[in-house]
């Protein structure tokens, strides 16, 4: 006898796959919230402090410059690879990802909408030149000698724990083409997806038979409004989470295991 998710997604045939932090958890990336869905940290740094103060971007990239390494270098694990060999089967219809490391597309997979945008791209907020976060990281350095040999753990998406420090030193680059300001190319709490990025997903919704929730709890909202629209669409909607969702109450199945394990069978054997 399959899985009760095994058999789920043996039902579909173009299978939605929304994706978050517990993902990536097993390649070393820290998740933000507990299983009950609240936060475990104080939450990231809104757009409009980014763009308004200063301050806040010098904290920002301090803090970056010494997450960025151990994020950068950061390798995909069995859920990726199971989410590769889904689409491998032919049954998926997109893979939705609220995830910014990149980590589905270097597993394998195809089919990927980042909802949240890239870490590893840095983007001018004035002329819209893209550059390489690894080439800003030279850059950070260049400017700020000596930061790098700070001791700081890691934290979730590319920052580092610095507490008590006083960054007011910290020098931030500009644009080298425009002199505005750069910033990573990501959706920022208080920061709207793009439209043409959520037109997309909308039009993949409408081709969806089935949607399934791998690591997360679906509390921002971005992503949470897409299996409500599918719950109200009457797709059958299926959640692989260790702790509550945000849609716990429009499930018809609730798996609470560790992504890569419950997945596994999607693998070759």
């Known amino acids: 006898m399959p899985s009760p998710l095994a058999a789920f997604i043996d039902r579909a045939q173009r299978l939605f796959v929304l994706t978050g932090a517990g993902c990536s958890t097993d390649s070393g990336i820290p998740d933000y919230r507990d299983a009950d869905g609240q936060w475990k940290r104080t939450p990231p740094v809104t757009y409009q402090a980014f763009m308004g103060e200063p301050a806040t971007r010098q904290r920002y990239w301090a803090r970056s410059l010494l997450g960025w390494?151990?994020?950068?270098?950061?390798?995909?694990?069995?859920?990726?690879a199971a989410l590769a060999a889904l689409e491998a089967r032919g049954q998926l219809e997109v893979l939705l990802t609220q995830n910014v490391d990149r980590l589905h597309q270097r597993a394998g997979s195809r089919a990927v909408i980042d909802l949240h945008g890239r870490l590893d791209q840095i983007r001018c907020m004035g002329c819209e030149l893209r550059i390489p976060r690894e080439d800003f990281q030279h850059l950070l350095l260049a400017h700020n000698p000596g930061w790098d040999q700070l001791e700081a753990a890691q934290a979730p998406d590319g920052d580092a724990d610095l507490d008590d420090m006083d960054f007011s030193s910290f020098q931030v680059p500009a644009c080298p083409h425009c002199g505005s300001i750069l910033k990573p190319d990501v959706v920022f709490f208080g920061e709207s997806v793009p439209r043409d990025r959520v037109a997309a997903v909308q039009a993949h919704l409408a081709?969806?038979?089935?949607?399934?929730?791998?690591?997360?709890?679906?509390?921002?909202?971005s992503g949470f409004r897409f299996v409500q629209a599918a719950a109200s669409a009457g797709l059958p909607v299926a959640a692989l989470n260790l702790g509550r969702t945000r849609a716990d109450a429009l499930l018809?199945?609730?798996?609470?295991?560790?992504c890569a394990e419950a997945l596994a069978f999607l693998l070759p054997a």
């Open 207 to 221: 081709q969806a038979d089935a949607v399934l929730v791998v690591g997360s709890s679906l509390m921002v909202y």
């Open 69 to 80: 390494p151990r994020f950068g270098q950061a390798q995909p694990n069995g859920t990726h």
């Open 252 to 258: 018809n199945l609730k798996i609470a295991e560790p």
